[in-house]
């Protein structure tokens, strides 16, 4: 529909002096995550458009409710990219959503996350003021850094309206090397080879197969998928149409993703190994992020997960009553409490979504 900000504001306005409690929505593709939503609907995915784009600068501002099919049809025109490759649930995600709730793809260790390629945002605060925080371009030290503290919120601090972004060019080639290999084998070897000055941009064990994605400059991914090859005495091959797995992971397309068992997602050590979930887990970013379907309490996973430096979340089904997040240690949940405070005094944006405490 275009700018319908003043519309947002005005609804948030009436809320806040009505004391009514608000459900932030956008494309409606990820209803799954969080625990669920209470509250009077605020539709964000009519808020759409690129207010401005400059691709010489690598810059991007849009506003929140902007379908990710539309705006990298936009970019794809220059030759560019969002490299944290957001993925997609339907076709309708947003990048508002993306952002809310902090997802990025397969090369998230080696490009970075949406997070890390955010300038800049607009956002509207518990007290219905419109306000803006970072700005448009990559060195900027305007303000509070207010922006990234929205990866991950699940809209609980405010209503992202625009956001400008870091885009950049996409890779001219891109290779998959393949080769059957243990989960341990896999972990060992993903980070041996993390550790190297090559273009490796993904890594994934999955169903009993190592995953490689090489992108960059011609002559330097087909010298370094040579160079492996020979490492692996010929047992690791070149994947025809890599491309489609590395999507069918971004969107879980994949066959491990079907079902309605518990899916937790797991950011650990990469070099960690977690005995009860390896052997039957999809292990991404190079070993660092790991997804298991088991059939276990939150308070079992994020023992497990804690032994392996790192955390656990209930990502799909299972019982989303309780929590679903990693449990936080008081000094955290404090401020995290004070922030929600903060940007929502009144508490009326996504009430209990992310915690059942915020």
Known sequence: MGDIGAQLQEQVQQAVASRTP????????????????????????????IVSYEPVELVLTVRAGTRIADIEAALAENGQRLAFEPPRFGDTDTIGGVLAANLSGPGRPW???VRDHVLGLRLINGRGEHLRFGGQVMKNVAGYDASRLQAGALGTLG????????????????QTLVQDMTAMDAIALMNRLAGQPKPLSAACWYQGRLYLRLSGSQPAVEATAEAWRADSGGRMESLENGHDFWCQLRDQQLSFFEGSRPLWRFSVNPTAVMEDIDTDALIDWGGAQRWGRQDETLST?????????????LFRHGD????????????????????????DPHGIFNSGHLYSWI
């Not at 996973?301 to 979340?313: C, H, I, L, N, T």
């Open 320 to 343: 989303r009553t309780g929590e679903v997040m990693h449990p936080q240690p008081a000094p955290v949940r404090a401020i995290q409490q004070r922030l929600k405070a903060a940007f």
């Open 159 to 174: 209503v992202i309206t625009e956001l400008s972004l870091k885009v950049l060019p996409k890779p001219a080639v891109e």
């Open 22 to 49: 608000l459900a932030i929505t956008g494309g409606g593709s990820k209803p799954f995550l969080g625990r669920g939503l209470h509250g009077e609907p605020l539709n964000v995915g009519d808020h759409t458009g």
């Open 111 to 113: 490009q970075g996350s």
């Open 301 to 313: 996973m994020a023992e497990r997960a804690g032994r392996a430096g790192g955390q656990v979340s």
